[in-house]
């Protein structure tokens, strides 16, 4: 009997791990995203890839900021997605990644 419960529960446990692992590869929390896998990150996380941009880049799951400091002038940044932001913080607060300095000027494609 003894012998049983410890293979149900040696089950249960590898089960569990697995059911881990596979969560765990569908959300890379700091680690690596995006790229030809388009690996994800966690919700509370965004894809930072830097420039140059491609299509297939490797990105580093990065926090995305809680707050942010008062835009301060001409602080202005393009997002990856077309979107002016008061600065590269609420770029990044949204998931976005910057694109260029100032005002969008042209429609970017997220990528």
């Known amino acids: 009997m003894r012998t049983a419960l410890q293979s149900l529960a040696a089950v249960a446990a590898f ?4 059911a881990a692992a ?3 590869a569908q959300s890379q929390p ?7 896998h388009g690996a994800q990150c966690r919700p509370s996380e965004y894809c930072r ?5 491609g299509v297939d880049k490797t990105g580093i799951c990065t926090q995305r900021p809680t707050t942010c400091p008062k835009p301060r002038g ?3 940044v393009c ?8 600065n590269r913080c609420s770029a990044a607060k949204a998931g976005v990644n910057f694109a260029s300095d100032g005002p969008c000027r042209r429609v970017w494609h997220n990528g």
């Not at 680690?31 to 030809?36: D, H």
């Not at 997002?79 to 008061?86: A, D, E, H, I, K």
């Open 79 to 86: 997002g990856r997605n077309g979107q002016t932001y008061p």
């Open 15 to 18: 089960s569990a791990l697995a």
């Open 74 to 76: 001409h602080e202005a």
């Open 22 to 24: 596979v969560v765990h």
């Open 30 to 36: 700091m680690g690596r995203c995006g790229g030809p």
């Open 49 to 53: 890839i830097d420039p140059p941009f």
